[in-house]
């Protein structure tokens, strides 16, 4: 029912940044909890933030400081700003949607931090 789409991904030196966007389809955007979640190659998937529709936000302590999440109801997208970007944060970064009880993914784009 909701169709979700990540861009913004590619390879990027330490200490640079990068902003993720998430394309949410829906009449009703403004209502759904939208998170990041990211999952490096190895690892489980992991939670990075969250923001609910009246823009309470949530980050994993590994990202706070760094990253903000952010939304725009007008345009149904969601936005992760990444500054001081770090190796270890290398992953496929996933966009998820939660409306009703009901979980939606996006295919995942992926972010390279390397020099």
């Known amino acids: 029912q909701v169709h979700v789409v990540e861009s913004g991904g590619g390879l990027v030196q330490p200490g640079g940044s990068l902003r993720l966007s998430c394309f949410a389809s829906g009449s009703v955007f403004s209502t759904y909890v939208m998170a990041w979640h990211r999952q490096a190659a190895g690892n489980q998937r992991e939670l990075v933030a969250t923001?609910?529709?009246?823009?309470?936000?949530y980050y994993a302590d590994s990202v706070k400081g760094r990253f903000t999440i952010s939304r725009d109801n007008a345009k149904n997208t969601v936005y992760l700003q990444m500054n001081s970007l770090k190796p270890e944060d290398t992953s496929v970064y996933y966009c998820?949607?939660?409306?009703?009880?009901?979980?939606?993914w996006g295919k995942g784009t992926l972010v390279t931090v390397s020099s």
């Open positions: 923001i609910t529709s009246v823009g309470s936000t």
């Open positions: 998820n949607v939660r409306v009703s009880g009901v979980e939606y």
